[in-house]
């Protein structure tokens, strides 16, 4: 079984550059997490989708993050346009079903911004 | 608002040397306590869930125990190969995890 793939492994931008992050879940999870890690902070929730639906969006720390799961099967965040503080860790997390609760994670796409 | 803290921060052990890392946490509606192993450049790898008091788990060298306030993941006669970030969360009746900083180990062979 393929795990959860994320793409790019590392992006360097230019603060107020756009990046966009994808991430490919689990074959057949109808739940896609996403989280970040900043520099010497802990992991931190994002959003949570449901299939295409977003079900909780409370982590996402402003306008500037857009996420999108259209058709419910992989997931794109889009930061625009990107500020220093921005720069962490992006994590993709997936699971079967929302009783599930044991979350597969990706390798995490590393944002620098410069 | 859900509170995990972890302790040590950083753990350096000589192999065969057993230990122990501490999560405790503050939820409002525990429907789980999770433990994950992360190695550098890699995403958190899921070890244990334990959902109430008194419960425990072995996988390996690992332990985790679980009581009202806080969790303890015991490691015995660690090897190099358990060097990690062990990471902690807390999940309430939102799905969302609540994780701690994570206390990274070292063993030294």
């Known amino acids: 079984e393929a795990g959860v793939t994320q793409f790019p492994s590392h992006s360097v931008i230019e603060k107020g550059q756009t990046v966009t992050l994808r991430c490919d879940p689990i074959?057949?999870?109808?739940?896609l997490y996403w989280y970040r890690r900043v520099m010497g902070k802990e992991i931190k929730f994002l959003l949570h989708?449901?299939?295409?639906?977003?079900?909780?969006e409370s982590g996402m720390p402003n306008n500037r993050f857009l996420a999108e799961r259209t058709g419910g099967t992989y997931s794109t965040l889009k930061v625009q346009p990107a500020e220093l503080e921005d720069s962490g860790v992006y994590f993709c997390?997936?699971?079967?079903?929302?009783?599930?609760?044991?979350?597969?994670f990706g390798a995490g796409s590393r944002l620098t911004v410069l | 608002e859900d509170q995990v803290t972890q302790s040590p921060e950083a753990l350096r052990l000589q192999e065969g040397e057993s230990s122990s890392l501490n999560c405790s946490y503050t939820?409002?509606?525990?429907?789980?306590l999770f433990w994950y192993r992360q190695d550098p450049g890699k995403g958190p790898e899921f070890l244990f869930t334990?959902?109430?008091a008194g419960e425990e788990k072995e996988k390996e060298r690992l332990k985790a125990t679980l009581t009202k306030k806080e969790s303890f993941l015991h490691i015995t006669a660690p090897k190099p190969e358990d060097s990690a970030t062990y990471l902690c969360?807390?999940?309430?009746?939102?799905?969302?995890?609540?994780f701690g900083a994570g206390t990274t180990v070292t063993v030294r062979a």
């Open positions: 334990l959902y109430s």
């Open positions: 997390a997936s699971s079967p079903h929302t009783g599930a609760n044991v979350l597969t």
């Open positions: 074959s057949g999870h109808d739940n």
């Open positions: 969360a807390v999940q309430a009746g939102d799905y969302k995890l609540s």
């Open positions: 989708f449901v299939k295409e639906s977003k079900q909780d």
């Open positions: 939820v409002s509606g525990l429907r789980g």
